[in-house]
């Protein structure tokens, strides 16, 4: 190996325990993968790439604490095992942080990392992209890309080059490309040399010529601005055009282009039907399409079938197919874990057999970044799992994080429990504990849902098992948060039952007391919440977007002050607490579930937070 190589493979963790078991390593390359033999006190690892050299570095240190000889090999089964990571849902990581994303993504056997960045980086000529939202600098960047190569992972720029650009067209420095509040305007002069701008500073900072340009989820394409200018025109000619503009300035670049697929079914289907099955793509619409590689993201099947059906579809528009499978890390307080190994073991199976080479696990963090990075470790290396595999089981997975991740896979897979009540797998995306921790007191909109689960019952158990996890020492603080987390959910669930009490017409003052007792212990759970909170979050992230955090659980606590000044009066005989009275009705927004999902604006109040 060469002396980089020694200093990645010593930065995986590699070192120390080949030092205590006085072993002598002999490294050598070979064919694509990985080969470890053990006889002895002699172990030969022969590897295929700078990658896979990561990843047997791993395993071998976690599998030389067994006793005795062994042997493991293990060939990839594509070319391309990609993680994304969104810096853009209000929590940005520090470079610190998305450097040990790549070290244990090296350690998974991963080789690319995308950055999803909408407007969370430099653009010397635009100073108002990503301004007070913490964007990187073109010299983070930098410095991410070069991190990366040294462990073989490719850092590759995602950013939007059509819709999700509100965060950008908020500013009315960028009026002159805006369509509508989310859309660039397609075809505007001012448009294209927006568009020339970003995708040099979003290339630039990188060692590869691999971006993608988004161009996903554009519903009011040509719906504003556009349609007052220039009158209808059809969706599908619109993208096709904004399509061939970007693709032309990325060649000039020199860069290769990948987008989301999503729009090509939605605007050709009769129903407007994301990934509608009945569309189809003939020869003569596929070589219309500039070369660009169409990545297919789909988070939400549990059966092989659909993924299938998918991927024929996709080789109709292009022989350049990627998927793009989620770890679920989004719209909750804790990940999905059931939902993810369902969804990934159905769309990876169903990639190996479509012939797909190219997979990405993303990882989103909608509505407020609420989840921490470090809670996503588990899900990256189920993911992982099928790069190596051919038959993944679930102790497969966790025997693999184990010995890879130097812990126990136990705390992450406890993670499930905040939301899924099932006993199977929370298809629907349940987000109780999001639901719970946000309920207004006195409001109560989901009263009727959380009726039908046995949340005490199963938290008790959750806050105990939390509490004798053990895992490395750099996710301690994200253990302490999660037990905290249970801890504060059941305590406002607790307040919630009390404060419904007085709703009846026997109410009397004895619960009056019993519901003051039941929320000022809850106010005090928020506030160590809060404490703990502000903690991991800046831990891992920077600290725009926190400030956000600060106001829905300060806004929790203070809601507390008041509902307990209301409760008062209503002893006082000078309130009747009118909310109470509402008829009791299920929530019927997103309630497809046992008990529902739902964003913090949906949830906290029926009143606008800001309209």
């Given at each position: 190996?060469?002396?980089?190589?020694?200093q990645?493979?010593?930065?995986?963790?590699?070192?120390?325990?080949?030092?205590?078991?006085?072993?002598?390593?002999?490294?050598?390359t070979?064919e694509?993968?990985?080969?470890?033999?053990?006889?002895?006190?002699?172990v030969t690892?022969?590897?295929?790439?700078?990658?896979?050299l990561?990843?047997?570095?791993?395993l071998?240190?976690?599998?030389?604490?067994?006793?005795?000889?062994?042997?493991?090999?293990?060939?990839?089964q594509?070319?391309?095992?990609?993680?994304?990571?969104?810096?853009?849902r209000?929590?940005?990581?520090?470079?610190?942080?998305?450097k040990?994303?790549?070290?244990?993504?090296?350690?998974?056997?991963?080789?690319?990392l995308?950055?999803?960045l909408?407007d969370?980086?430099?653009i010397?000529?635009?100073?108002?992209?990503?301004?007070?939202?913490?964007?990187?600098?073109?010299?983070?960047?930098?410095?991410?890309?070069?991190y990366?190569?040294?462990?073989?992972?490719?850092?590759?720029?995602?950013?939007q080059t059509?819709?999700?650009?509100?965060?950008?067209?908020?500013?009315?420095?960028?009026?002159?490309?805006r369509?509508?509040?989310?859309?660039?305007?397609?075809?505007?002069?001012?448009t294209?040399?927006?568009l020339?701008n970003?995708?040099?500073?979003?290339?630039?900072?990188?060692?590869?010529?691999?971006?993608?340009?988004?161009?996903?989820?554009?519903?009011?394409l040509?719906?504003?601005?556009?349609?007052?200018?220039?009158?209808f025109?059809?969706?599908?000619?619109?993208?096709?055009?904004?399509?061939?503009?970007?693709?032309?300035?990325?060649?000039?670049?020199?860069?290769?282009?990948?987008?989301?697929?999503?729009?090509?079914?939605?605007?050709a289907?009769?129903k407007?039907?994301?990934?509608?099955?009945?569309?189809?793509f003939?020869?003569?619409?596929?070589?219309?399409?500039?070369?660009?590689?169409?990545?297919?993201?789909?988070?939400?099947h549990?059966?092989?079938?659909?993924?299938?059906?998918?991927?024929?579809?996709?080789?109709?528009?292009?022989?350049?197919?990627?998927?793009?499978?989620?770890?679920?890390?989004?719209s909750?307080?804790?990940?999905?874990?059931?939902?993810m190994l369902?969804?990934?073991?159905?769309?990876?199976?169903?990639?190996?057999?479509s012939?797909?080479?190219?997979v990405?696990?993303t990882?989103?963090?909608?509505?407020?970044?609420?989840?921490?990075?470090?809670?996503?470790?588990y899900?990256?290396?189920?993911?992982?799992a099928?790069?190596?595999?051919?038959?993944?089981?679930p102790q497969?997975?966790?025997?693999e994080y184990?010995?890879?991740q130097?812990?126990?896979?136990a705390?992450?897979?406890?993670?499930?429990?905040?939301?899924?009540?099932?006993?199977?797998?929370?298809?629907?995306?349940?987000?109780?504990?999001?639901?719970?921790?946000?309920?207004?007191?006195?409001?109560?909109?989901?009263?009727?849902?959380?009726?039908g689960i046995?949340?005490?019952?199963?938290?008790?158990?959750?806050?105990?098992?939390?509490?004798q996890?053990?895992?490395?020492?750099?996710?301690?603080?994200?253990?302490?948060?999660?037990?905290?987390?249970?801890?504060?959910v059941l305590?406002?669930?607790?307040?919630?039952?009390?404060?419904a009490?007085?709703g009846?017409?026997?109410?009397?003052?004895?619960?009056?007391?019993a519901?003051?007792?039941?929320?000022?212990?809850c106010?005090?759970?928020?506030?160590?919440?809060?404490?703990l909170?502000?903690q991991?979050?800046?831990?891992?992230?920077?600290?725009?977007?926190?400030?956000i955090?600060?106001?829905?659980?300060?806004?929790?606590?203070?809601?507390?002050?008041?509902?307990?000044?209301?409760?008062?009066?209503?002893?006082?005989?000078?309130?009747?607490?009118?909310e109470?009275?509402?008829?009791?009705?299920?929530m019927?927004?997103?309630?497809?579930?046992?008990?529902?999902?739902?964003?913090?604006?949906e949830?906290?109040?029926?009143?606008?937070?800001?309209?």
């Amino acid at each position: 190996m060469t002396d980089e190589q020694v200093q990645a493979v010593q930065a995986i963790g590699w070192g120390d325990d080949l030092t205590a078991h006085a072993l002598k390593v002999r490294c050598q390359t070979g064919e694509a993968g990985i080969a470890i033999t053990r006889t002895g006190q002699q172990v030969t690892l022969t590897y295929g790439s700078q990658v896979d050299l990561m990843r047997g570095a791993a395993l071998l240190a976690g599998k030389i604490k067994q006793a005795g000889d062994f042997t493991i090999e293990q060939r990839p089964q594509f070319k391309v095992m990609a993680a994304m990571l969104d810096v853009a849902r209000n929590g940005v990581p520090t470079v610190d942080m998305v450097k040990t994303m790549i070290r244990r993504l090296a350690s998974m056997g991963y080789n690319e990392l995308w950055l999803y960045l909408e407007d969370l980086f430099e653009i010397p000529e635009e100073p108002y992209f990503g301004r007070q939202r913490g964007r990187y600098s073109q010299a983070d960047l930098h410095d991410i890309a070069l991190y990366g190569d040294r462990f073989g992972v490719t850092v590759v720029p995602a950013v939007q080059t059509l819709a999700h650009m509100h965060n950008a067209l908020k500013w009315d420095a960028h009026h002159a490309v805006r369509d509508t509040d989310d859309t660039l305007l397609v075809g505007a002069p001012a448009t294209k040399a927006f568009l020339a701008n970003l995708l040099r500073a979003a290339s630039a900072p990188f060692t590869t010529n691999k971006i993608h340009v988004g161009m996903d989820e554009a519903y009011q394409l040509g719906r504003g601005k556009y349609l007052d200018d220039n009158g209808f025109t059809d969706q599908q000619t619109l993208i096709l055009d904004q399509l061939k503009l970007v693709v032309e300035l990325t060649q000039e670049l020199g860069l290769k282009a990948y987008m989301w697929s999503d729009l090509w079914f939605t605007f050709a289907s009769p129903k407007h039907e994301m990934y509608d099955p009945n569309v189809h793509f003939d020869a003569d619409f596929k070589a219309s399409l500039p070369p660009v590689g169409q990545v297919y993201w789909d988070y939400y099947h549990e059966d092989e079938a659909t993924y299938r059906d998918r991927f024929a579809q996709h080789f109709e528009l292009s022989d350049d197919v990627v998927f793009a499978g989620g770890i679920w890390t989004w719209s909750a307080l804790a990940p999905n874990q059931s939902k993810m190994l369902a969804t990934v073991r159905a769309g990876l199976n169903a990639a190996k057999a479509s012939g797909v080479t190219q997979v990405v696990a993303t990882m989103w963090f909608d509505d407020g970044a609420e989840v921490p990075i470090s809670s996503a470790w588990y899900g990256l290396q189920a993911f992982a799992a099928y790069q190596y595999h051919t038959d993944v089981q679930p102790q497969t997975i966790d025997t693999e994080y184990d010995l890879t991740q130097g812990e126990s896979p136990a705390f992450y897979k406890l993670l499930d429990q905040f939301d899924n009540f099932t006993q199977a797998v929370n298809v629907d995306a349940d987000n109780v504990s999001k639901i719970v921790l946000y309920e207004d007191l006195l409001l109560q909109r989901y009263r009727e849902n959380l009726q039908g689960i046995g949340l005490e019952a199963q938290y008790e158990h959750l806050i105990k098992a939390l509490s004798q996890c053990q895992v490395r020492a750099d996710n301690r603080l994200t253990v302490t948060f999660y037990r905290q987390l249970a801890q504060t959910v059941l305590l406002k669930q607790r307040a919630l039952q009390a404060v419904a009490k007085l709703g009846t017409a026997t109410a009397n003052d004895q619960q009056a007391t019993a519901a003051l007792a039941a929320i000022e212990t809850c106010q005090s759970a928020l506030r160590q919440l809060l404490g703990l909170f502000r903690q991991v979050w800046h831990q891992q992230r920077r600290g725009n977007g926190f400030e956000i955090i600060d106001v829905r659980l300060g806004g929790q606590i203070a809601r507390c002050e008041t509902v307990c000044w209301r409760i008062k009066t209503w002893q006082a005989g000078q309130d009747d607490l009118a909310e109470l009275y509402e008829p009791l009705l299920p929530m019927d927004k997103r309630s497809n579930g046992l008990v529902g999902h739902g964003l913090y604006k949906e949830i906290v109040s029926a009143c606008d937070i800001s309209f």
